[in-house]
């Protein structure tokens, strides 16, 4: 369709703008929409990951400074205390010199040097009964009720907590367990009960399928440890779990 108008005496043909049909705007708001979830959905998933890719870089970053962790107590295998730093995301990042760790809890508490694992462990906590496991993993990480407390005799202490990406909803002890799977035999575990440290040495590191009781049910002849998390992180298709034998207690 066109016009026509007069423009010094000489006619000029003006094109009219076709009508945007009520289809075509539907399909401009559908596209804006699934653009913005779209949108949304990455940043989600960039968020979730954050802290996982973080812990890691920051693993591989102590390897590379060659950086490592130490107890910050008689305990320590670092001679000279003022050869240490105190522990804080800064010190994790910039120092070079070992970094001690102040046991948080010598009640009950874990100490992993070789990744900076520092927590406190809830007592007596139902591996079955998720909102107990939950509420306790907001608080540290767990120790199963059915089984033992850190002890000289034969028996299996069994810790456990999340290798999260959901951060946000279970605490700051969701991603406490994330880098377990770098730790290698002959890793020390400190394992603070009634103010004694129970020193143990890795001896094996494993995956299980899905929920294996294996773990947590087998016959045991010595003490041991077993820590237990999620592989990969935030999803329940995997178990990892890493036994530890007692070594000494100080």
């Given at each position: 369709?066109?016009?026509?108008?007069?423009k010094?005496?000489?006619?000029?043909?003006i094109k009219?703008?076709p009508?945007?049909?009520?289809?075509?705007?539907?399909?401009k708001?559908?596209?804006?929409?699934?653009n913005?979830l779209?949108?949304l959905g990455?940043?989600?998933?960039?968020?979730?990951?954050?802290?996982?890719?973080?812990q890691?870089a920051l693993f591989y970053?102590?390897?590379l400074?060659?950086?490592?962790?130490?107890?910050?107590?008689?305990?320590?295998s670092?001679?000279?205390?003022?050869?240490?730093?105190s522990?804080?995301?800064?010190?994790r990042?910039?120092?070079?010199?070992?970094i001690?760790?102040?046991?948080?809890?010598?009640?009950?508490?874990l100490?992993i040097?070789?990744?900076g694992?520092n927590v406190p462990?809830?007592?007596?906590?139902?591996?079955?009964?998720?909102?107990?496991?939950?509420?306790?993993?907001s608080?540290?990480v767990a120790?199963?009720?059915?089984?033992?407390?850190?002890?000289r005799?034969?028996g299996?202490?069994?810790?456990?907590?999340h290798a999260?990406?959901n951060?946000w909803?279970?605490?700051?002890?969701a991603?406490?367990?994330?880098?377990?799977r770098?730790l290698?035999?002959?890793?020390?575990?400190h394992?603070f009960?009634?103010g004694?440290?129970?020193?143990?040495?890795?001896?094996?590191n494993?995956?299980?399928?899905?929920?294996?009781?294996?773990?947590i049910?087998?016959?045991?002849?010595?003490?041991?440890l077993t820590?237990?998390?999620?592989?990969?992180p935030?999803?329940?298709?995997?178990?990892?779990?890493?036994?530890?034998?007692l070594?000494?207690?100080?």
């Amino acid at each position: 369709m066109s016009a026509r108008i007069m423009k010094k005496g000489k006619p000029q043909r003006i094109k009219s703008r076709p009508l945007i049909s009520g289809e075509s705007r539907k399909e401009k708001i559908l596209a804006k929409i699934s653009n913005t979830l779209l949108i949304l959905g990455i940043i989600f998933i960039l968020i979730s990951v954050a802290p996982f890719v973080g812990q890691e870089a920051l693993f591989y970053w102590k390897e590379l400074k060659n950086q490592r962790f130490t107890l910050a107590s008689k305990d320590s295998s670092v001679a000279d205390p003022s050869a240490t730093v105190s522990d804080s995301p800064f010190a994790r990042l910039i120092s070079t010199k070992p970094i001690a760790l102040e046991p948080v809890d010598k009640n009950f508490g874990l100490v992993i040097e070789r990744i900076g694992v520092n927590v406190p462990v809830v007592k007596d906590v139902s591996v079955t009964n998720q909102e107990a496991y939950n509420e306790a993993l907001s608080k540290g990480v767990a120790h199963a009720l059915v089984s033992d407390y850190p002890s000289r005799e034969p028996g299996n202490v069994y810790i456990f907590a999340h290798a999260s990406l959901n951060f946000w909803k279970l605490g700051k002890y969701a991603t406490v367990f994330n880098l377990l799977r770098h730790l290698r035999v002959g890793d020390t575990i400190h394992v603070f009960y009634e103010g004694d440290n129970y020193v143990y040495k890795v001896i094996n590191n494993e995956k299980y399928k899905g929920f294996d009781t294996y773990p947590i049910t087998r016959p045991v002849l010595e003490p041991l440890l077993t820590l237990q998390t999620c592989d990969p992180p935030g999803t329940t298709l995997n178990r990892l779990v890493v036994t530890a034998k007692l070594v000494e207690v100080r």
